[in-house]
């Protein structure tokens, strides 16, 4: 199990040599992976360092991004992934002032450190002068490899990135986000008892409880659920309900899970998102709308 740890003397617990890749990892796409893999694949304990919450937010470098994967997501994608430990560092104005070798100086000082894993063009420190470079010279001092890791392109020779899968779930494209996810785009929470209107129309669902700012829009999608080991797959809903709750601006998942009929309230459960069905829509009654759940 991926350990979480939020101070930088918490890597001396871990065994060495302690292989770190550095980024903020947000959705965790296919170009994170090749971060993943640089240090999956060394000997020692492979960790990764973000920051939170996301630089942007305390620097005021204009809107901060709407993040893809919660904190608590992105640490379970990454233990999947054979990450054993995350290092989340609160990103205050302390952080954003101490200077680029300070800040490595800081991470050598804390582990018998075997390697740092960036993107190419990577920055970091105060005014953001720290680079590739740097981390060579650093390197080359105290005895830690530097991995540098090329930006990861699509098939149409496309950077995968994290704004671009940011506007793809915005649009709806889940083909696209999934593809540049390189797994299906997913939610995780936990059932909540609704007013159990499913039941009562023959479609029984798990209801989970949204951020306000979820990627996807409203709509009916095709999803495989992971639940208690268990991969499940079922129709869902994603929105305002406004058939039943037309007054209702708070966004509810819905899940119908197919051949499935089990007491699953406070139980945690990962949705993963396949394919989109339809917008969702207003219904003059519970008759049409089970009609139309029926033909979903």
């Known amino acids: 199990m ?11 617990a871990l065994l060495g040599p302690v292989n770190v890749a550095i980024g903020i990892f947000d959705g965790v796409h296919q170009g994170h992976r090749s971060l993943v893999r640089a240090v999956t694949q060394r000997a020692g304990t492979p960790a990764v360092l973000t920051f939170v919450p996301h630089p942007a937010e305390v620097l005021g470098e204009g809107r901060t991004p709407r993040q893809i994967s919660t904190p608590k997501h992105k640490r379970q994608i990454l233990g999947d992934f054979g990450i054993e430990c995350l290092l989340s560092l609160e990103f205050n104005r302390l952080r954003a002032a101490q200077s680029g070798e300070d800040f490595v100086r800081e991470i050598a000082e804390s582990c018998e450190l075997g390697c740092i894993a960036v993107g190419t063009d990577f920055r970091f420190g105060h005014g953001r002068e720290g680079d590739v470079d740097l981390l060579a010279k650093l390197g080359d001092e105290l005895g830690f490899d530097v991995c540098d890791i090329e930006p990861v392109c699509d098939a149409d020779g496309k950077v995968i990135s994290s704004t671009r899968i940011r506007a793809e ?45 979820e990627l996807l829009p409203s709509g009916v999608y095709a999803v495989s659920v992971q639940l208690e080991g268990e991969r499940l797959s ?44 339809r917008d969702e829509q207003t219904f003059s009654g519970l008759e049409e709308l089970r009609q139309q759940i029926e033909k979903d």
Not at 2 to 9: A, N, Q, Y
Request: include cysteine.
């Open 234 to 277: 079922g129709v869902a809903n994603l929105g305002t309900r406004p058939t039943v709750t037309p007054e209702n601006d708070s966004p509810l998942l819905e899940v119908h899970l197919f051949d499935f009929n089990r007491n699953i309230y406070g139980v945690e459960m990962e949705v993963c998102f396949q394919a989109r069905i």
């Open 2 to 12: 991926i350990r979480g740890i939020d101070e930088m003397s918490g890597l001396s």
């Open 169 to 213: 779930l915005d649009g709806g494209d889940l083909l696209v986000a999934n593809e540049l996810l390189g797994r299906p785009y997913s939610i995780i929470g936990e059932v909540r008892q609704g007013r159990e209107l499913g039941h009562r129309i023959g479609f029984p669902t798990a209801n989970i409880q949204l951020r306000a700012d």
